[in-house]
């Protein structure tokens, strides 16, 4: 009995959304309600019950007579308002299937589909506006996302190979899929609200995504607006400050144990850019300053397969390395591809340690990556953005730089 009380609660749920949506008009004119949608939901649990869970004959034979009735409903509304809709009658046979579920078996999962569909039934304006604003590179993006994570993933073999068995694609791809999201959240934080948010918060978002892109961006930009370049500065130094919590993320998902060692560096990496963004926040009020950041496609297959191609190679470089120079090359090499991006080589380092590396002299090699990548931005500052950079951004990452410098000394040795 309880069960068909939950079939009978699922369409109430469905029902009292549709309801509203039709509230405007008079009786009689509305196509369904909450009392039809509420016996639509209850009619399914009935008629589950009355067959049992070895004979779906009497279900089958319902759903088809509710089909029936939508379909001559449909197109008698078609008919008389020209309204090619058919979100509601859709909505009313999920519900009949909903309410058999509940009786079948499934009541929890019934009552939670049944609240998703009125929560999408409900935020129809919500979606037309983000599909509205969707640019076609954006929608590539998201299906590309979901290609990765839905299809190419599972595809993907779960053991280790190629030289010193040192790949293993699911890991690879399962990193690639890290990185591409990190960066999606990112891109659509400054995407949606980056034009409300003012110059620091879009910078935070930024640097979630590229905190190389806001160096370029913010760097040319404070050629210009030479009344804000304090204020440009800090945006720099606020992105840069985001890569320690990024790759500690990143870092936690592939091997968290690492992070004992690390997190003194990355605090000191992320709290003195922002502490001087504060203290210049206060003094020089952001609000009127243009912040727009253009940030490119969140996510291209082309630089995913690209990515994951790198990081295959620093998989076996770092494992021939290891085994031919000893942590001096794992330094070295961790040198170099902090030149160019930090994430790839804090991945495989993180996966390395969780099999043959030593964990210090991962972290160290982590540690030697985003500190040599730190440097890289303070010089790009000051090369694009001139001398007023120098005393903004260059001064504050060159402070982190040799808070950094001085915590791994104390902390790894």
Do not use: C
């Amino acid at each position: 009995m309880h069960r068909l009380a939950i079939s009978l609660g699922v369409g109430l749920i469905v029902g009292v959304e549709r309801g509203w949506k039709s509230r405007q008009e008079s009786a009689g004119q509305r196509p369904a309600g909450v009392r039809t949608f509420a016996l639509t939901g209850l009619l399914g649990g009935v008629l589950a019950a009355a067959g049992g869970a070895d004979n779906y004959a009497v279900l089958a034979a319902g759903m088809l007579v509710v089909g029936v009735f939508v379909i001559a409903v449909y197109t008698l509304t078609v008919r008389e308002t020209r309204d090619f809709g058919m979100t509601t009658e859709l909505a009313m046979i999920a519900t009949f299937g909903l309410g058999a579920l509940a009786v079948l078996g499934a009541p929890f999962e019934a009552t939670a589909a049944a609240i998703v569909m009125a929560l999408v039934l409900g935020m129809k304006s919500e979606f037309h506006h983000v599909i509205r604003g969707l640019e076609r590179r954006e929608l590539i993006a998201t299906l590309q996302l979901l290609l990765i994570a839905a299809v190419l993933m599972p595809l993907l073999p779960s053991h280790a190979m190629g030289p010193w068995d040192a790949v293993n694609p699911r890991t690879i791809g399962m990193l690639v899929l890290l990185i591409a999201g990190l960066s999606y959240v990112g891109y659509f934080a400054v995407r949606v609200l980056g034009s409300r948010m003012g110059l620091m918060l879009t910078a935070l978002f930024g640097g979630l995504s590229s905190s190389t892109a806001v160096t370029v961006a913010y760097a040319r930009r404070s050629l210009a607006a030479t009344s804000h370049r304090a204020l440009y500065g800090a945006g720099i130094a606020l992105a840069a400050a985001m890569m320690a919590p990024r790759v500690a993320v990143e870092i936690a998902v592939v091997n968290p144990t690492l992070l004992a060692g690390l997190w003194p560096v990355f605090a000191v990496l992320a709290l003195v850019p922002l502490a001087s963004v504060a203290w210049l926040s206060l003094r020089s009020p952001a609000a009127d300053v243009e912040h727009d950041l253009k940030l490119s496609n969140p996510l291209q297959l082309k630089a995913a397969i690209v990515f994951g191609l790198l990081l295959s190679l620093l998989f076996i470089a770092g494992r021939a390395t290891e085994q031919s120079i000893g942590d001096a090359g794992i330094y070295a090499m961790a040198a170099v591809a902090g030149l160019v991006d930090v994430d790839a080589i804090s991945l495989s380092l993180a996966e390395a340690a969780s099999h043959d590396l030593l964990p210090a002299t991962a972290q160290r090699a982590i540690v030697i990556a985003m500190l040599v990548n730190t440097a890289v931005k303070a010089v790009l500052a000051v090369a694009l953005g001139g001398l007023p950079m120098l005393r903004s951004a260059t001064a504050v990452l060159a402070a982190a730089l040799a808070g950094g410098v001085i915590t791994a000394m104390v902390t790894l040795g």
